[in-house]
């Protein structure tokens, strides 16, 4: 559920990949700067800067992951290129409504360090099935804090499920606690559905069909029999949403720094050193890019396009195997309408559209600033898993999700669309399904100067989505770092730590799975 963020708190990440540098703690928190090698010299230090030539580093990818790295990198020192596949600076992970969950620190910090002030204030939510208003869910930060998972049963307003079937999630708490986010964890639960999780667990199927079905649908965008039990897990529900763009101040900042942006550079292949195995060049069609480091921050599909076209990356088993992957379809559906309807909340979840996918519908008045004083209502619906809008023309899509929207929202029916905007994302968003674990990549490669990012990369961050996908990019720039041994680290935050229940419990746990 939305308000389930206790039951989803995971482990801190404790990087131990970084032994190579002095001064670099494991400790988060205390990550200390060593810069040059650390000599306590700084008039010296300053003077080599000058003197030595920029290490070049080329970013591939313009979302979150990539422009968490190259925005790091500009800061300790070094030559930084980013090249934009042709989507558009941003556009990676810039598909629809960006929502930002409460626990995750990174971006916030990010934010602050850049003097903008994008957020909207913590919103409440609501969740609809099929049958209607199902879920309720109110600011939790401004109730009392009850332990987990006492908290979302008390304070979560359930229209319409009965006490009984609430219950029935009781006993998935054995499965969060034995959930913690090691590489053991997501082999054990990657292999099975989410509809078999909560079967195995004794969810009701009212509480499956009515709350966590629809649930998954907009949060892992796919029917629960489509999301790997792992994922389910791993995933946190805290949102706020912005009502101002990020990437645009966030990429004048970069510029400002040095950082090179260059749009309509699709990656065709890398040079690399038959020696060293180390990459050389990055090669977009007729045109090479010299580096010391390479960070790929790009999606599932965008990737799976470059191996194909690779004599380097083909014959890598780490990239044959992402080919095995999947990306799901997005349809995003901006509409003005003639006159003021009432949307029950700024954002709300919506599902039982045939069981074949999800959307989020938000009140763009409530949220966004340019459109704070409109008359008319102005609103946005994503869908996710949407294979079967995505080839309708613009009218077909809007007159089906005015179909569709109006089981949730009064008087939509009668008022007239004066404006649309449609979006077509093909495979954009990162599919999760059961098995996809073993295909996924980690943060270094076969090659020692080339370092993976994004929200489908392995990491023991805990975090998903946008700030998986920033935290990827700050522990991409750290390897970068690392490897060419200048610049400081960056901190990078944990998420919140577990209570102090949780973590005895997954203490007893482990013992336990250690002594069988």
């Known amino acids: 559920m939305l308000a389930m963020s206790k039951w989803f708190t995971l482990t801190p990440f404790m990087s131990n990949s970084f032994s190579k540098r002095v001064g670099f703690s494991n400790s988060p928190g205390s990550v200390r700067a060593h810069v040059n090698g650390g000599g306590d010299d700084t008039n010296n230090s300053k003077n080599n800067d000058k003197k030595k030539k920029k290490k070049k580093v080329v970013v591939v990818g313009s979302g979150w992951a990539g422009l968490g790295a190259a925005h790091h990198l500009c800061k300790q020192g070094y030559d930084v290129t980013v ?5 558009g600076i941003g556009s990676p992970d810039n598909v629809g409504i960006e929502g930002f969950w409460y626990p995750y620190k990174n971006i916030f910090s990010l934010v602050d360090e850049l003097g903008i002030k994008p957020f909207t204030s913590w919103t409440k939510s609501a969740q609809y099935s099929g049958e209607g208003l199902e879920v309720e869910f109110p600011v939790y930060q401004e109730l009392p804090q009850l332990p987990t998972p006492l908290g979302t049963l008390y304070h979560t307003q359930f229209v319409r499920l009965p006490l009984v079937d609430r219950l029935t999630s009781l006993p998935l708490m054995a499965a969060v606690i034995d959930f913690d986010n090691t590489d053991v964890a997501w082999k054990k639960y990657d292999s099975i559905t989410a509809r078999e999780l909560f079967k195995r667990f004794g969810c009701s199927e009212r509480l499956y069909q009515d709350i966590f079905g629809p ?12 999301c ?9 529900y805290y949102l706020t949403l912005a009502h101002q763009k990020i990437f645009e101040p ?3 900042s970069l510029k400002a720094k040095g950082c090179e942006m260059l749009e309509d550079k699709k990656v065709t292949d890398f040079n690399f050193d038959e020696e060293t195995g180390c990459v050389t060049e990055v090669v977009c069609g007729n045109e090479t890019y010299s580096v010391d480091a390479v960070v790929v921050a790009v999606g599932i599909t965008s990737l799976q396009e470059t191996i194909k076209k690779s004599a380097a990356l083909c014959k890598r088993e780490e990239f044959l195997k992402v080919l095995n992957l999947a990306g799901i379809d997005v349809v995003t559906v901006k509409l003005w309408l003639d006159r003021k309807v009432a949307i029950p909340n700024p954002s709300n979840a919506c599902a039982g559209f045939d069981d074949l996918f999800g959307c989020t519908v938000f009140d763009l008045n409530v949220i966004h600033d340019e459109h704070k004083d409109d008359t008319e209502t102005v609103l946005e619906a994503d869908f996710y898993h949407a294979n079967e809008l995505l080839p309708l023309n613009d009218e077909l899509v809007t007159e089906k999700v005015i179909s569709y929207l109006s089981k949730y929202i009064n008087d939509l029916e009668r008022a007239c669309v004066v404006d649309k905007e449609i979006g077509r994302f093909t495979k954009r968003l990162t599919h999760f399904f059961p098995g996809s674990y073993k295909s996924m990549m980690r943060g270094s490669t076969s090659f020692p100067n080339l370092f993976m ?31 060419l041994e200048e610049g400081s680290f960056a901190k ?10 949780i973590e005895a419990l997954r203490s007893l746990n482990r013992r336990l799975n250690e002594g069988n």
């Open 83 to 87: 090249l934009d596949g042709g989507d």
């Open 215 to 226: 649930l998954l649908q907009v949060g892992l965008f796919a029917p629960a029999e489509q």
């Open 228 to 236: 790997s039990a792992a994922a389910t897990l791993g995933l946190l």
């Open 250 to 252: 966030w990429v004048e």
């Open 453 to 483: 990012a994004g929200d489908w990369i392995i990491t023991r961050h805990g975090s998903w989505l946008q700030e998986k996908s920033y935290v990827t990019g700050l522990e991409a720039a750290n390897r970068v770092v690392d490897y």
């Open 492 to 501: 990078v935050i944990p998420v919140e730590e577990d209570e102090p229940h």
